[in-house]
T-cell receptor
Framework: DAGITQSPRHKVTETGTPVTLRCHQT?????MYWYRQDPGHGLRLIHY???????DKGEVSDGYSVSRSKTEDFLLTLESATSSQTSVYFC?????????????FGDGTRLSIL | GQNIDQPTEMTATEGAIVQINCTYQ??????LFWYQQHAGEAPTFLSY????GLEEKGRFSSFLSRSKGYSYLLLKELQMKDSASYLC???????????FGQGTELSVKP
């Protein structure tokens, strides 16, 4: 299994509070991704990173920011959480882009915004 | 636009064969992936196709036709543990990001 750790695994918080999710990898992979998974929508890309301090927006980036100060850590921040951001969040990593390398996923964070 | 279609649910019998279809319309194409996801768990990689034809991996095979924008995942000798969601994903050629379909929930019955 790819060495990917997401923390926390579960979180319940209130609308308007800031939330930070962490993805930590031990594979030294260049690419890291944050997805959200909701019923009826499948996995949707929020933000991704192609190197330290290099990030870009995905399909559903509004309300989210990311940071990558080290190869092994990719943080996802909800500056002011809303109920629509209740979801399961998955981090993924891959070694190379544009070739057959698959993305490998962490175990997910279940986030509930009340 | 980007669109990937899969059936929402399928049911099959233990020991049988099942085919899960995926059709796609994307602005670019740089390969198609299949993932398996058990309830409450992470998606795990099953197969990758970038050229037309069939790729076989044990009980699982995946087929691709780029001209038709079509792929299928074939599962043989179904086992109860194959009950899961199966996700089709297309890699685009703008940064190589994955675009996922909604997934097909497969239930294997005794």
């Amino acid at each position: 299994d790819a060495g990917i750790t997401q923390s926390p695994r579960h979180k319940v918080t209130e609308t308007g509070t800031p939330v930070t999710l962490r993805c930590h990898q031990t594979e030294n992979h260049r690419y890291m991704y944050w997805y959200r998974q909701d019923p009826g929508h499948g996995l949707r890309l929020i933000h991704y990173s192609y190197g330290v301090k290099d990030t870009d927006k995905g399909e559903v980036s509004d309300g989210y920011s990311v940071s990558r100060s080290k190869t092994e850590d990719f943080l996802l921040t909800l500056e002011s959480a809303t109920s629509s951001q209740t979801s399961v969040y998955f981090c993924a990593i891959s070694d190379r882009q544009g070739v057959s390398q698959p993305q490998h996923f962490g175990d997910g964070t279940r986030l509930s915004i009340l | 636009g980007q669109n990937i279609d899969q059936p929402t649910e399928m049911t099959a019998t233990e020991g049988a064969i099942v085919q899960i279809n995926c059709t796609y319309q994307t602005s670019g194409f740089n390969g198609l992936f299949w993932y398996q996801q058990h309830a409450g768990e992470a998606p795990t990689f099953l197969s990758y196709n970038v050229l037309d034809g069939l790729e076989e991996k044990g009980r699982f095979s995946s087929f691709l036709s780029r001209s038709k924008g079509y792929s299928y995942l074939l599962l043989k000798e179904l086992q109860m543990k194959d009950s899961a969601s199966y996700l089709c994903a297309v890699r685009d050629n703008q940064g190589g990001k994955l675009i996922f379909g909604q997934g097909t929930e497969l239930s294997v019955k005794p």
